[in-house]
């Protein structure tokens, strides 16, 4: 009965590599997201869709792409990692957009690894 | 610029040692301040919401409360169960959440 889930929970890879990350929610939600969490803890958002259309895009370089295929899925692909993406990221969904003040409910996390 | 801060970063209790966690925070316009709780491992659960100087919410052991400046989560007879890294966030407008860099809580037996 997991509500957002996302994987992989590990992701260990070399410099250079791509990779994705998938997340999907079974809250029937209309909004999704994708934080990154440093070392120092800070959550900072990354992307946002509501109903697979793209609301929220921070300053993000451009190697990140997320994709919705509906609202129940957004996945994030990285190209040409660097050590830097190294961090947790977590997919999280709302009720409605965080205008509203619907509380996210996040996944468990995929810790990413870049050597 | 809009910014969380939280204190202290780190707070280590005996069980049944009442305390209190800090969110100051500097944004015109708050449109809602929201605290979370993270366990190792997992993504932060959500716990309140408030909305205007003067509101508190509890649960369980735990009662927030919010000023024009500052929030305060009240821990009250703390068990071990409650130790977690507490996250606060404001929103300010149609905007994104921002979120402070957490209080790691240990309740030891």
């Known amino acids: 009965d997991t509500a957002v889930s996302q994987t992989p929970k590990y992701l260990v890879t070399q410099m250079g590599n791509d990779k994705s990350i998938k997340c999907e929610q079974n809250?029937?939600?209309?909004?999704m997201y994708w934080y990154k969490q440093d070392s120092k803890k800070f959550l900072k958002i990354m992307f946002s869709?509501?109903?697979?259309?793209?609301?929220i895009n921070e300053t993000v370089p451009n190697r990140f792409s997320p994709k919705s295929p509906d609202k129940a899925h957004l996945n994030l692909h990285i190209n040409s990692l660097e050590l830097g993406d190294s961090a947790v990221y977590f997919c999280?969904?709302?009720?409605?957009?965080?205008?509203?003040?619907?509380?996210?409910?996040f996944g468990n996390g995929t810790r990413l690894t870049v050597t | 610029e809009d910014q969380v801060t939280q204190s202290p970063e780190a707070l280590r209790l005996q069980e049944g040692e009442s305390s209190s966690l800090n969110c100051s925070y500097t944004v015109s316009g708050l449109r809602g301040l929201f605290w979370y709780r993270q366990d190792p491992g997992k993504g932060p659960e959500f716990l309140f919401t408030l909305y205007s100087a003067g509101e508190e919410k509890e649960k369980e052991r735990l009662k927030a409360t919010l000023t024009k400046k500052e929030s305060f989560l009240h821990i009250t007879a703390p068990k071990p169960e409650d130790s977690a890294t507490y996250l606060c966030a404001v929103r300010r407008g149609a905007q994104k959440l921002v979120f402070g860099q957490g209080t790691r809580l240990t309740i030891n037996p």
């Open positions: 809250l029937g939600h209309d909004t």
């Open positions: 869709y509501n109903n697979k259309e793209l609301i």
């Open positions: 999280a969904s709302s009720q409605r957009g965080q205008e509203t003040g619907s509380p996210l409910h």
